[in-house]
């Protein structure tokens, strides 16, 4: 050998031990040539117990080789390169993860002459894929868990996840979701642009951020269900890369607040009328006496004159008014309870009707149209039937007041099925009642009408009764276009606990 050579070939030697990754050269046949300095230390050996060994007994202290997916093989039949990902344990006993990279060396004629071995420790690395494994699945634990609704999609709106609360929701499977729709079709036209929109301003919580906002989602069934939306945008280096959506449904929230709402009205009117009723029940009895002595005495007189008797208009006056008073009390009376009450289960369409026919000015309705929009079965509610026609007289004249004789009534009946009752709608085209005013129609003796056409007893005369009978009033809508009054009863159910139908 000449001393250029041997210069190459030590600088060559010193090169290879100077590699920091434990590193060794074997032959074709698995035995190993050399080990450089790191690989020597790495495993507590002299180099003498490394030489001439095959490479199977230094890494598994096994005579023949157990590792099914050895890739030596490979690398000497296709001389590119290979590895190999090992579990291992280090000499002070700690598990530990090695990448074996076998790299050929070849000779000059192209063939595999030595395969260079070295070993890489990357427990850190395969540590931290596997902490990072155990939280992804964690917290994919924590979306699928959750009673909150989550939907994210990617930067395009295609839905990439939807937790089962979501699919409660929205009425899709997360797989249909997936491959049939977008985010888009998860919400009235335009929503979600609109969405897109605040999130990118960052008006209200930063960009890319949407805190707690009100909006309406639709379903598969194309229900609109209102929601507290929390969204946000996920960036990667700035660009948009996927939104996530938390939904809560509110329709509960809603439904309490509605019903909360309702028990409160209702409180506030059951504690004016109890208060107003007492002065009234005390009231009607004072005046029922003398009336009943004024009547009495009038009709004396009448019967007793003469037929021409210039007084006699005059008289048949006093008897009219003196009536007019007797009604009022009646009336008064009978919204402080005063009467008794005989209930029995009747048919709803036929109180309308009955209640209808016992308008006395049936001139009144010249100019009305009357639409008739009764469910088709009987439904059936435990009421006063003489109570229930004072009811809908009193509705009905309300409402050809408000129409000042020209319109349209509506008298509807139908099933709330989910609240169990059975409801009257008396829907008019009339004036309509002023915002104001609501809180007052209710109250006794309130009343726009002017003085001598009406006393204001007619709707706490009706609410009087329709409490009474278990049922309750409400406006459910009035507007310059008409008001609706809605009267809702339980329905009546017989003994075995059906409803009486037919
Ligand atoms: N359908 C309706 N449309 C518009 N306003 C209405 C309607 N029903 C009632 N109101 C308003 O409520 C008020 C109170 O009604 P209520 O029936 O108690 O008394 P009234 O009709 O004025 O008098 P009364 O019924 O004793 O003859 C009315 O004066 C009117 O202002
Ligand atoms: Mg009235």
């Known amino acids: 050998m000449n001393d250029k050579l041997l210069q190459e070939m030590d600088w060559r030697v010193r090169v290879f031990d100077s590699l920091s990754f434990p590193t060794l050269i074997m032959r074709p046949d698995k035995s190993i040539l050399t080990a450089n300095q790191v690989f020597i230390e790495q495993r507590g050996l002299q180099v003498d117990q490394i030489i001439g060994k095959k490479c199977h007994e230094i890494f598994y202290g096994e005579k023949m080789c157990p590792n099914e997916v050895c890739p030596l093989k490979k690398v000497i039949k296709g001389k590119k390169g290979q590895s190999i990902l090992r579990r291992t344990h280090s000499l002070t006993g700690k598990q530990i993860w090695e990448d074996r990279v076998f790299s050929p060396i070849l000779d000059e004629h192209g063939n595999v ?33 959750s009673p909150v609704a989550i939907v994210a999609a990617d930067a395009y709106a295609n839905i990439l996840l939807m937790n089962p609360a979501a699919e409660d929701l929205f009425g899709y499977t997360q797989r249909q979701a997936i491959t049939r729709i977008s985010v888009e079709n998860l919400y009235p036209a335009g929503t979600a642009k609109g969405i897109m929109k605040q999130l990118r301003s960052g008006k209200q ?61 209702q409180l506030v009117q059951s504690e004016k009328l109890a208060s107003m009723g007492k002065l009234a029940a005390g009231v009607a009895h004072e005046i029922n006496n003398p009336l009943t002595g004024i009547l009495l005495y009038a009709n004396m007189v009448l019967d007793g004159m003469d037929p021409d008797d210039t007084y006699r208009q005059k008289l048949q006056n006093v008897v009219e008014d003196a009536n007019r008073c007797s009604e009022i009390v009646k009336n008064l009376l009978a919204y402080s309870r005063q009467t008794n009450s005989l209930r029995k289960p009747l048919k709803v369409n036929d109180l309308v009707d009955e209640g209808l026919a016992l308008i006395r000015d049936q001139k009144l309705f010249m100019n009305i149209r009357l639409k008739k929009e009764y469910a088709p079965s009987d439904l059936f509610i ?3 039937k003489n109570q229930m026609a004072q009811v809908v007289i009193n509705m009905v004249i309300n409402a050809m007041d408000a129409m000042e004789k020209h319109g349209t009534l509506t008298l509807r009946t139908y099933l709330d099925q989910r609240k169990k009752a059975v409801c009257l709608e008396v829907i008019d085209t009339g004036c309509g009642i002023p915002e104001g005013l609501l809180s007052k129609i209710f109250d006794p003796f309130f009343t726009t009408k002017e003085l001598g056409q009406g006393t204001g007893l007619g709707l706490s005369t009706v609410y009087g009764i329709i409490k009474e009978n278990q049922g309750k009033i409400s406006v459910k809508e009035t507007n310059a276009n008409g008001t609706t009054f809605l009267l809702q009863f339980p329905q009546h159910q017989t003994e075995s606990g059906e409803a009486l139908i037919g």
């Open 205 to 265: 919580g930063g960009k890319g951020k949407l805190p707690s906002t009100n909006t309406v989602i639709l379903n598969a069934n194309g229900q609109e269900i209102p929601v507290e939306l929390n969204a946000s945008i996920i960036y990667e280096d700035d660009s948009e890369v996927a939104t996530v959506g938390i939904y809560k449904d509110l329709r509960p929230l809603l439904a309490m607040e509605e019903k909360l709402q309702e028990a409160n009205t």
């Open 113 to 145: 002459d030595y395969i260079m071995e070295s070993v890489r420790d990357v427990t850190r690395l395969k540590n931290l894929e596997i902490t990072l494994k155990e939280a992804e699945a964690f917290l994919e634990k924590i979306i699928y868990s």
């Open 382 to 384: 435990k009421v006063d």
